[in-house]
Protein backbone atom coordinates (compact mmCIF):
# COMPACT_ATOMS: atom_id res chain seq x y z
CA UNK A 1 0.00 0.00 0.00
CA UNK A 2 1.21 3.83 -1.25
CA UNK A 3 0.59 6.84 0.68
CA UNK A 4 0.49 9.90 -1.48
CA UNK A 5 1.20 12.98 -0.54
CA UNK A 6 -0.42 15.91 -1.97
CA UNK A 7 0.43 19.97 -1.28
CA UNK A 8 1.53 21.26 1.95
CA UNK A 9 1.00 20.63 5.34
CA UNK A 10 -2.21 22.78 6.94
CA UNK A 11 -1.13 25.84 9.17
CA UNK A 12 -0.31 25.41 12.77
CA UNK A 13 -2.79 27.49 14.54
CA UNK A 14 -2.17 29.79 17.33
CA UNK A 15 -3.75 27.17 19.53
CA UNK A 16 -1.48 24.24 18.57
CA UNK A 17 1.72 26.33 19.74
CA UNK A 18 0.32 27.26 23.18
CA UNK A 19 -0.57 31.25 22.48
CA UNK A 20 -3.91 31.08 23.73
CA UNK A 21 -4.45 33.85 25.97
CA UNK A 22 -1.77 36.05 25.81
CA UNK A 23 -3.61 38.49 24.59
CA UNK A 24 -0.30 39.68 21.81
CA UNK A 25 -0.12 38.65 17.96
CA UNK A 26 2.33 39.19 15.26
CA UNK A 27 1.06 41.64 12.89
CA UNK A 28 1.06 41.13 9.47
CA UNK A 29 4.08 42.34 7.16
CA UNK A 30 6.54 42.26 11.01
CA UNK A 31 9.85 40.04 10.78
CA UNK A 32 9.45 36.44 11.84
CA UNK A 33 12.65 36.61 14.09
CA UNK A 34 11.25 38.85 17.04
CA UNK A 35 9.64 36.85 19.59
CA UNK A 36 6.32 38.22 20.68
CA UNK A 37 5.67 39.05 24.63
CA UNK A 38 3.27 37.73 26.15
CA UNK A 39 1.93 39.74 29.26
CA UNK A 40 2.70 39.53 32.48
CA UNK A 41 0.38 37.78 35.08
CA UNK A 42 -1.25 40.44 37.37
CA UNK A 43 -0.75 39.17 41.17
CA UNK A 44 -3.02 40.84 43.50
CA UNK A 45 -3.58 40.21 47.26
CA UNK A 46 -6.67 40.78 49.58
CA UNK A 47 -6.09 40.67 53.36
CA UNK A 48 -9.17 39.85 56.03
CA UNK A 49 -9.52 41.90 58.22
CA UNK A 50 -8.45 39.94 60.59
CA UNK A 51 -5.31 39.64 59.03
CA UNK A 52 -4.88 43.45 59.03
CA UNK A 53 -5.44 43.31 62.46
CA UNK A 54 -2.40 40.98 62.94
CA UNK A 55 -0.01 43.12 60.84
CA UNK A 56 -1.09 46.06 63.02
CA UNK A 57 -0.44 44.05 66.14
CA UNK A 58 2.63 43.00 64.55
CA UNK A 59 3.75 46.74 64.07
CA UNK A 60 2.85 47.70 67.72
CA UNK A 61 4.80 45.26 69.30
CA UNK A 62 7.70 45.49 67.30
CA UNK A 63 8.12 48.94 68.57
CA UNK A 64 7.77 47.92 72.09
CA UNK A 65 10.15 46.15 74.65
CA UNK A 66 9.87 42.43 75.19
CA UNK A 67 9.55 43.70 78.90
CA UNK A 68 8.81 46.44 81.34
CA UNK A 69 12.13 47.15 82.63
CA UNK A 70 11.01 49.48 85.53
CA UNK A 71 8.74 47.08 86.59
CA UNK A 72 11.49 44.20 86.36
CA UNK A 73 13.66 46.38 88.87
CA UNK A 74 10.94 47.25 91.07
CA UNK A 75 10.21 43.88 91.50
CA UNK A 76 14.09 42.99 92.38
CA UNK A 77 14.38 45.75 95.00
CA UNK A 78 11.22 44.84 96.54
CA UNK A 79 11.84 40.85 96.69
CA UNK A 80 15.82 42.03 97.92
CA UNK A 81 14.49 44.46 101.00
CA UNK A 82 11.89 41.34 101.68
CA UNK A 83 8.88 43.53 101.11
CA UNK A 84 7.71 41.56 98.48
CA UNK A 85 4.76 39.23 99.61
CA UNK A 86 3.48 36.20 97.66
CA UNK A 87 -0.46 35.54 97.62
CA UNK A 88 -1.01 32.21 97.54
CA UNK A 89 -4.44 32.42 97.54
CA UNK A 90 -4.91 34.27 94.80
CA UNK A 91 -2.32 32.03 92.95
CA UNK A 92 -3.86 29.07 93.73
CA UNK A 93 -7.29 30.20 92.88
CA UNK A 94 -5.81 31.59 89.07
CA UNK A 95 -4.28 28.17 88.54
CA UNK A 96 -7.77 26.70 89.35
CA UNK A 97 -9.10 28.46 87.15
CA UNK A 98 -7.10 28.32 84.78
CA UNK A 99 -7.53 24.27 85.18
CA UNK A 100 -11.24 24.78 84.28
CA UNK A 101 -11.18 27.14 81.10
CA UNK A 102 -8.74 24.16 80.14
CA UNK A 103 -10.56 21.37 80.43
CA UNK A 104 -13.61 23.05 78.74
Known sequence: M????EGTAAPVSSRALGAVGTGQVGRAGEPRD????AAAPADSLRLTGEATGLQALQRDLATKPAFDEAKVNALRESIASGSYKVDAE???SRMLDLDARLAG
Open 2 to 5: TNRI
Open 90 to 92: AIA
Open 34 to 37: KAVE
